[in-house]
């Protein structure tokens, strides 16, 4: 659990440091995003979410 809650944490600081340094951008990202079919947004969440789930087993039995 505290693994999981400093994951956590790790996305908010990254998420307010872009919300900080880069208003315009994300702005433009989310408008972007809103304007995107549903069917693109789910395969891109789905190809994040086997990303992320890789680089957690890399790191947790590759790396270590």
């Not at 505290?2 to 880069?22: H, K, M, Q, R």
């Not at 702005?27 to 809103?34: D, E, F, L, S, Y």
């Not at 079919?37 to 891109?44: A, F, G, M, N």
């Amino acid at each position: 659990m505290t693994d999981f809650l400093a994951a956590l944490g790790l996305v908010l600081v990254l998420e307010g440091i872009a919300f900080a340094a880069f208003p315009g951008a994300v702005r433009r990202t989310m408008a972007q995003a809103a304007e995107t079919s549903p069917d693109l947004l789910r395969i891109v969440g789905i190809v994040s979410a086997v990303a992320g789930l890789l680089v957690v087993w890399v790191v947790r039995n590759v790396l270590n």
